[in-house]
């Protein structure tokens, strides 16, 4: 624009110029005519003067008419030229019109309210969407401080660049609505402005509003579902307790053999019922998104061969063998969810045991193929899987026969738990078999060693060039026997029954004989083994065998140890110089205490003092009895505050009891306050007194559970239904004071 204007000024200059030119020539011309008109008049005609005027005016006027011409060619080009500029500027400002409405029709068309107030709060500019939400027209609120009705407004923010965002729920006459709002500053002619861009959110509101409340209603759900799953553990598992306590009783009486049968049936039964229970409670659970791994230490060792030893009772029910291995190259301590892990060794060797009739189960762990990665293998000699059937089986509620034929019954859970808390914990599982040839389920599980512990805590025997010989007929176990005595140095020998074994006894020096209690009676009808010329004569034996300690000691066998075996117990049996004749000795008393029953023998001077907490007269019934049986004087109370009391006066007459079983559900003041109240009576300082050792006993073993009893200040738990030898293993670990209370 700028170089128009001075191509303009240009053109006029040289116009003006043109225009005094042709002005003085025109001039010039007309006085050279005048004075030549003049001399004519005087009479003094001259016709060259004459001439020489008319030729002068003829040339201006022919001038003039050239100028005249071009200054008319040269106006029709600059009225070209400005023609095409005004067309042009038209253009522009047509496409200008243009793209404001499409700008506007877009602004409007997705229903966002714009708004620009001024310093002072006067708006500026509003737009059509605005105007139609409050119901007014934009001359009647330009200039105006208008504000809009607000009945909730949310929390302001401000992003990096500047925008504040916030929400605001207001009035309108379609009801109300909820408003995001973003403003910016925005520069103007007259200074700084505030731009608010508002969207319309209700309904995205009202449907966050609605999943939140249906969240909230979801988890309310899965606590009363949490409630219920727990209300139905209790009261399942309570009479569960009786019936299984009760036939086990039973069976200690003496019976006839119809009578053994049915009392075995009921317990067997029980037994089942409850393993239907437990996979039921798991899988709600899990469906209830209750499945949590928490990461602590624990030792490897230990939980598999609990595992191990809690499903042994029902494999040798069944007359098969079940035993463990634990690699020694993996740390002493890992970290990781041991309850999880139980669960999924309990089940993976769980359905082993159903599907397997003879020969037996092995539970193997060992390195994985990469760094810090456990592998648990269970191997069974069952029935087999066929090969469409080993995917199908880790689904829920899918079996390997599904048919209504079917031999083994169950849910089909267990397996669907054991992978999804495999997978929760980054981990896999799989099934390698064939039909008749058995299965290796595996679950591998990324685990990390425990911080701060020794990388192997564990020190076997240096068993080198010693030579040992295994009578057994059980193979799984002997491999795994054999197995472990090698890794310690050891140099094995497998016999299959006694024949073979006394054929090998003369050939060689032996530095210890391991003989299952099966084959050992048969060695004992040979003869006197302690004639054999063997150091450490060491027989296997099942917990219900303890009975027969006596005869084996007196057969020549110095030294026994319970199946399944524990690595720990094998070493210090193998290691030890003089420990057999007192390992038997007081086996032999404890089965002697044990027959005699309560009060008699050892069991009136050696039984702890216990007090039961229990308001269930057949689980109370129940206590007393085994108790008695295991050589204990248990007193009963019905309720909580009747156990408080029982302590106090026991402490106060200087006899306080060694042990308390408390229930945790009980009328009047349950288990967990109850304990809160003994702490609280210890915490008084008293010279020369120890905390008095709670368990708790409870039909509840979830997570939640298990915490609140620690921290009510009970030392450990025991679950019902109650096993009898698990509470052996208890009571005698209490008596001992040699270990920590964790049952």
């Given at each position: ?54 030729a002068?005016?003829?040339?201006v ?53 714009i ?72 520069r103007t ?5 505030v ?26 759900a899965?606590?009363?579902?949490s ?9 399942i ?19 006839s ?5 049915y ?10 019922l ?15 998104g ?87 293998r269970?191997r ?29 019954g169950?849910t ?39 911080p ?42 497998a ?37 054999i ?39 210090a ?15 032999t ?62 402490r ?12 945790v ?22 010279l ?11 039909a ?44």
């Open positions: 624009m700028r170089a128009q204007r001075t191509r303009f000024r240009n053109k006029a200059a040289l116009i003006l110029f043109g225009r005094a030119v042709f002005t003085t020539l025109a001039v010039a011309s007309t006085a050279i005519g005048f004075f030549a008109g003049i001399q004519i008049g005087r009479g003094n005609f001259d016709a060259a003067n004459f001439a020489t005027g008319v002068a005016l003829f040339a006027a022919c001038a003039m008419l050239a100028f005249m011409l071009m200054r008319r060619r040269s106006l029709l080009r600059q009225l070209r030229a400005l023609q095409s500029e005004v067309d042009e500027f038209a253009d522009r400002n047509w496409e200008l019109r243009e793209a404001e409405e499409r700008a506007r029709g877009l602004i409007d068309a997705q229903g966002d309210l708004v620009r107030r001024d310093g002072a709060g006067r708006i500026t500019y509003v737009n059509d969407a605005f105007c139609k939400l409050v119901g007014r027209g934009r001359p009647s609120l330009i200039g105006q401080t208008f504000a809009l009705p607000v009945r909730e407004q949310s929390e302001l923010s401000v992003l990096p660049d500047g925008t504040r965002v916030h929400d605001q729920k207001i009035d309108t006459d379609d009801g109300a609505r909820w408003i995001a709002w973003r403003e910016v500053a925005v002619e007259d200074g700084n402005e731009q608010a861009v508002g969207r319309d959110v209700t309904t995205r509101v009202e449907a966050e509003r609605a999943l939140y409340a249906a969240r909230d209603q979801a988890e309310s899965n606590r009363a579902k409630r219920f799953l727990a209300m139905v553990s209790h009261e598992r309570t009479p569960l307790n009786g019936i299984l306590g009760m036939a086990d009783l039973l069976l200690d009486t003496p019976l053999p119809e009578q053994v049968t009392a075995k049936a009921t317990k067997t039964s029980g037994e089942t409850l393993s239907l229970i437990e996979e039921i409670l798991d899988f709600s659970k899990i469906e209830a209750k499945l949590d791994v928490e990461a602590r230490p624990f030792a490897i060792a230990a939980l598999v061969e609990e595992a191990v030893e809690l499903l042994a009772p029902r494999a040798q029910a069944k007359g098969i063998e079940i035993a463990s291995f634990v690699d020694e190259r993996l740390p002493a301590r890992l970290v990781g969810d041991a309850p999880r892990l139980r669960q999924v060794l309990l089940n993976l060797a769980g359905n082993a045991i159903k599907f397997t009739e003879k020969g037996g189960v092995a539970v193997i762990v060992e390195p994985g193929e990469r760094v810090h990665e456990v592998r648990f269970v069974d000699t069952g029935v087999g899987l066929a090969p469409e059937d080993q995917a199908r089986i880790f689904q829920d509620f899918e079996q390997a026969d599904s048919s209504s034929t079917r031999k083994h169950g089909g859970l267990g397996l669907a738990i054991s992978r999804r808390i495999v997978e929760r914990m980054h981990g896999a599982i799989a099934v390698d078999s064939a039909p008749g040839k058995g299965a290796t389920f595996s679950a591998t599980v990324p685990l990390m060693p425990a701060g512990e020794p990388e192997h805590a564990f020190a076997p025997p240096d068993l080198s060039d010693a030579a040992v010989m295994i009578v057994a007929a059980a193979e799984i176990e002997t491999s795994l026997l054999a197995r472990r005595l090698g890794r310690w140095g050891a140099r094995t020998c016999a299959l029954d006694e024949e073979v074994a006394f054929a090998l006894l003369p050939e060689r020096r032996w530095d210890a004989l391991i003989v299952d209690y099966p084959l050992a009676k048969a060695m004992m009808a040979r003869g006197d083994l302690s004639k010329d063997v150091a450490k004569r060491i027989v296997l034996i099942r917990p219900t065998d303890r009975h027969e300690l006596p005869a084996l000691k007196a057969a020549g066998f110095n030294g026994y140890l319970v199946k399944p075996v524990r690595a720990a117990s094998l070493a049996r193998l290691a030890a110089s003089n420990a057999y004749e007192q390992a038997v000795a007081d086996a008393d404890e089965a002697v205490a044990a027959a005699n029953g309560a009060g008699a023998g050892a069991g009136a001077d050696k039984g702890l003092s216990i007090l039961v907490a229990e308001d269930n007269d057949i689980n109370a019934l129940l206590a007393r009895a085994l108790l008695t049986r295991l050589g204990h004087r248990p007193t009963i109370a019905s309720d909580g505050a009747a156990a408080v009391e029982s302590w106090q006066a026991a106060a007459a200087g006899a306080p009891y060694d042990l308390v079983l408390m229930d559900q009980m009328p009047v003041m349950d288990g967990l306050e109850a304990v809160r109240r003994i702490r609280a009576a210890e915490s008084e300082p008293e020369g007194e120890k905390p008095t050792p709670v368990l708790a006993l409870t509840n073993a979830s997570g939640d559970d298990r915490d609140a009893v620690l921290a009510s200040g009970m030392d450990g738990l025991l679950v019902k239904p109650l096993d009898r030898e698990r509470l052996r293993e208890v009571l005698e670990t209490i008596h001992r004071a040699s270990a920590p209370l964790a049952a």
